[in-house]
């Protein structure tokens, strides 16, 4: 819940206007994309997703000498089937082949998906 942030981050409505402001306008997508272009493809994988009224989802690859890279970042409105789907389906597209190991939540979309 955004009213669990330290204060530090300011009231949570302010908080929370601020996170729906800046996935508007894509902030955190070209932060992600970023991050995500630094990395290179790997054989393990690790994906999570956080929902603050709004659901933030990561997939983490770790190379053969245990270096983890942030493939992907994701912001979407729930942790919903179709948002992981979505997610998934953009890591094929760019090119996610061979993976070996996946960990994850016991998340019943993200199972499914």
């Known amino acids: ?48 997703a956080t929902h603050l009224k709004g659901a933030l989802f990561s997939a983490i690859g770790v190379d053969d000498e245990g270096w983890r890279s942030v493939l ?9 089937e ?7 389906d953009d890591l094929v597209r760019r090119g996610m082949r061979g993976v070996e190991f996946v960990t994850s939540d016991h998340h019943h979309p993200g199972r499914v998906a």
Do not use: C, Q
């Open 1 to 48: 819940m955004w009213r669990d942030a330290p204060s530090v981050y300011g009231p949570s409505k302010t908080l929370y206007n601020r996170f729906v402001r800046w996935n508007k306008k894509g902030v955190f997508d070209a932060i992600f994309a970023a991050l995500a272009t630094r990395s290179d493809a790997t054989d393990t994988v690790m994906i999570d």
């Open 72 to 80: 992907s970042v994701s912001v979407a409105l729930s942790e919903a």
């Open 82 to 88: 179709v948002h992981w789907r979505s997610f998934l």
